[in-house]
């Protein structure tokens, strides 16, 4: 049973431009979340995907997007980065209708935005 | 909004002695709550979970006590022990959130010294 993965472990970007950011599931699990981790501050929840749809979202503006593939793998986007987009990117998979503490996380993506 | 708040970013014991992690929350709309354990370059990973219709949930060396009234909640580990050291993560959600949109804490950083 392979864990959740992601990549790329480190990216480098300058203000204005897109990144995409990558998410292997836990094998078994078919549902997807992504959080922002700023420097000193908790995990926050950005969107949920299950099915290959959106399901939930925190309070983040649209160029924040994401996908989900039939693999249930997923894909976080950011447009027009900021520099306060800097933070480093969780994503964890679950069951579907199971508890948080089903809920497994990824080692993340450290984004640094110049 | 900080709805879940950790107000000790850092906590240092001596191995073998009690370490307590406290959290507070403010919405009262949180009825699960749960600890997490993150090591550098790892994600974070669950730790113990308690509802809101108990006030004490016990896991080997860690306990978690829930004083709703309170909207205080308190992670004990007895003994510590040096593997223990790592941040710890509270978080918060209401099951009515069909398990998205989790709140966590800033974190507080355990350092147990041998």
């Known amino acids: 049973e392979t864990g959740v993965t992601q990549s790329p472990t480190h990216l480098i970007k300058t203000r204005g431009q897109q990144v995409t950011l990558r998410c292997s599931s836990q094998?078994?699990?078919?549902?997807v979340s992504w959080y922002q981790q700023a420097l000193g501050q908790g995990p926050q929840f950005i969107f949920q995907?299950?099915?290959?749809?959106?399901?939930g979202r925190g309070n983040f503006p649209p160029r924040f997007s994401g996908l989900q593939f039939p693999n249930y793998s997923s894909e976080l986007n950011v447009n027009a980065l900021e520099l306060d987009d800097s933070a480093l990117y969780l994503c964890?998979?679950?069951?579907?209708?199971?508890?948080?503490?089903?809920?497994?996380f990824g080692p993340g993506t450290r984004l640094t935005v110049l | 909004d900080q709805q879940v708040k950790q107000n000790s970013p850092s906590l240092s014991v001596q191995e073998g002695r009690i370490s307590i992690l406290n959290c507070d929350y403010t919405?009262?709309?949180?009825?699960?709550f749960l600890w997490y354990k993150k090591y550098p370059a790892e994600g974070p990973t669950f730790l113990i979970s308690?509802?809101?219709?108990?006030d004490k949930n016990e896991d080997g060396r860690f306990t978690v006590f829930l004083n709703k009234s309170a909207k205080h909640l308190s992670l004990h580990i007895v003994p510590s022990q040096p593997g223990d050291s790592a941040v710890y993560f509270c978080?918060?959600?209401?099951?009515?959130?069909?398990?998205?949109?989790?709140?966590f804490g800033a974190g507080t950083r355990l350092t147990v010294k041998p």
């Open positions: 964890a998979s679950s069951l579907a209708g199971t508890a948080y503490n089903e809920q497994f």
């Open positions: 094998s078994g699990h078919n549902t």
């Open positions: 995907y299950y099915r290959e749809e959106e399901n």
């Open positions: 919405n009262s709309m949180f009825d699960y």
């Open positions: 308690i509802s809101s219709i108990k």
């Open positions: 978080a918060a959600s209401g099951l009515d959130n069909n398990n998205n949109d989790m709140r």
